[in-house]
Structure formats: structure tokens, C-alpha cells
């Protein structure tokens, strides 16, 4: 299955660059390219893509406005694309934030370009990028910067079973299904079946606001 994808920055010829590599492989599809926040959620809105890369820092509308705007749209629009976070910072307040909104991950500009078209599947996939260890520092670092929620964020783990909650720790830490699965001594079927139920009872898009809430509510605490 091809996967639609468009480009959203302010730099003509990274855009060109990101959709000319992208375009190249037989599985994606570069639908479109924008120059800016607004006319990304303007073009989305047209063109249905399963990914957008987002730039963070846009003139006009900045790409976390935008990821707001498009992971929560108004009443009448249904699609909702998978966001990818393009940042030339490894550690960047609106990337922190744009995971809150529900992006699905974020990727450095400098990343090689295997990266950048393997992040495209891994988001378009469902699965949040968390593997690599800078996003993971980020959402610590913002997180210990921000003391634990213990109001409202807490009082919804009650809604958790005792294995949920397991997994959403484990989710939190950037293990893999597989890595879980052999953790708690599980079938892998039953750790994914588990996932889909912590985010549906904490309504939570993926595994990105599922790391941010863990620390957001004080389950999971950086450093640990």
C-alpha cells in the first residue's frame, strides 16, 4: 500500500529535497508540498495525506499550531493525518509540545536520509518514532523541567487494570511489543490487545502520548 505524504516547511529547497527522496521510493507518494503552517493544514485538508512533515519553526503559522489544528479539527472534518516533527534542535519546547498535541514523533533535519524515509513508514505504520534515544531525552528533559501532574493525568491511571498500567510503564521506558511481550512473559498478540486498551481507556492517539502522559501523571519519572 503507498503511503501519501506531504512536506511542510518554509525552506524551498529542503522541501524539494524531503519530497524528491521521498518520492523516490515505490511506497510513497509526495502529494504535496507547503511553505508554511497554515497552507499545510489548508493542503491536508485537500490532499487526505497518511503523513505530514511538519517543520517546527515556520513563518505565518508554526508547525505546532498546526499539528493542533490537524490532530484536532473542527466539527465536519474527519481526516487526521499522522504528523512527523521536523527540527533542526535536538531539543526544542514545540517539538515537546507538538507530542502533546499528538504528533507522532519527531526527526533531526541532519538525520540520513534512510532515516527520514524510515521514520515516513514507521508513522504511517501506526507506531510512534521513539526508538531513537534524543526523542526520549527530550520528553525527560521537558518532563523533569515540568513537575509531575498529580491531579487529573493520575486520577485517569485508576481507570487501568493492574497489567495496563505494566505496560503503559514499559510503553513510557520505549519498549518494543516484543520487548514487553518477553518482559511480563506475555504472547505479543495479547501485549498489543493490552495497548489498544490503555489508549482507548486514557484517550490517547499512540505511543508518543502515551510516553507523555507516563511521566505527565508521575508513573514513569526521569532518570529511572
Given at each position: 500500500?503507498?503511503t501519501r505524504?506531504i512536506?511542510?516547511?518554509?525552506?524551498?529547497?529542503?522541501?524539494?529535497?524531503?519530497?524528491?527522496?521521498?518520492?523516490?521510493q515505490?511506497d510513497?507518494?509526495?502529494?504535496g508540498?507547503a511553505?508554511d503552517?497554515a497552507?499545510?493544514?489548508?493542503?491536508s485538508?485537500?490532499?487526505?495525506p497518511?503523513?505530514?512533515?511538519?517543520d517546527?519553526?515556520?513563518p505565518?503559522?508554526?508547525?505546532?499550531?498546526?499539528?493542533?489544528?490537524?490532530?484536532a479539527p473542527?466539527?465536519?472534518?474527519?481526516?487526521?493525518?499522522?504528523?512527523?516533527?521536523l527540527t533542526?534542535?535536538?531539543?526544542?519546547?514545540?517539538v515537546?509540545?507538538?507530542?502533546?498535541?499528538?504528533?507522532s514523533?519527531?526527526?533531526?533535519?541532519?538525520a540520513?536520509?534512510?532515516?527520514?524515509i524510515?521514520a515516513?513508514?514507521?508513522v504511517?505504520?501506526?507506531d510512534?518514532?521513539?526508538?531513537?534515544?534524543?526523542t526520549?531525552?527530550?520528553i525527560?528533559?521537558?518532563?523533569?523541567?515540568?513537575?509531575?501532574?498529580r491531579?487529573r493525568?493520575?486520577l485517569?491511571?485508576?481507570a487501568l487494570?493492574?497489567?495496563?498500567t505494566e505496560v503503559?510503564?514499559?510503553?513510557?521506558?520505549?519498549r518494543?511489543?516484543?520487548e514487553?511481550a518477553?518482559t511480563?512473559v506475555?504472547?505479543e498478540?495479547?501485549?498489543k490487545?493490552?495497548?489498544?486498551?490503555?489508549f482507548?481507556k486514557?484517550?490517547?492517539?499512540d505511543?508518543?502520548?502515551?510516553?507523555v502522559f507516563?511521566?505527565e501523571s508521575?508513573?514513569?519519572t526521569?532518570?529511572?
Amino acid at each position: 500500500m503507498t503511503t501519501r505524504v506531504i512536506v511542510v516547511d518554509d525552506q524551498a529547497m529542503v522541501r524539494a529535497g524531503f519530497a524528491a527522496l521521498l518520492a523516490a521510493q515505490s511506497d510513497i507518494d509526495v502529494v504535496g508540498e507547503a511553505p508554511d503552517g497554515a497552507q499545510g493544514v489548508e493542503l491536508s485538508r485537500r490532499t487526505h495525506p497518511d503523513v505530514v512533515l511538519m517543520d517546527v519553526r515556520m513563518p505565518e503559522m508554526d508547525g505546532l499550531e498546526a499539528t493542533r489544528r490537524l490532530l484536532a479539527p473542527p466539527p465536519g472534518v474527519t481526516h487526521r493525518p499522522r504528523v512527523l516533527m521536523l527540527t533542526t534542535f535536538d531539543v526544542d519546547d514545540y517539538v515537546y509540545e507538538a507530542l502533546r498535541a499528538g504528533a507522532s514523533g519527531f526527526l533531526l533535519k541532519d538525520a540520513p536520509p534512510a532515516d527520514l524515509i524510515a521514520a515516513v513508514r514507521v508513522v504511517a505504520s501506526g507506531d510512534a518514532l521513539l526508538a531513537p534515544s534524543v526523542t526520549r531525552r527530550l520528553i525527560a528533559d521537558f518532563a523533569r523541567q515540568r513537575p509531575a501532574a498529580r491531579g487529573r493525568p493520575a486520577l485517569r491511571l485508576k481507570a487501568l487494570t493492574e497489567r495496563e498500567t505494566e505496560v503503559l510503564t514499559l510503553v513510557a521506558r520505549g519498549r518494543s511489543n516484543a520487548e514487553i511481550a518477553a518482559t511480563l512473559v506475555l504472547a505479543e498478540q495479547t501485549v498489543k490487545t493490552h495497548v489498544s486498551r490503555v489508549f482507548t481507556k486514557l484517550d490517547l492517539r499512540d505511543r508518543a502520548q502515551a510516553v507523555v502522559f507516563a511521566y505527565e501523571s508521575g508513573l514513569v519519572t526521569p532518570g529511572e
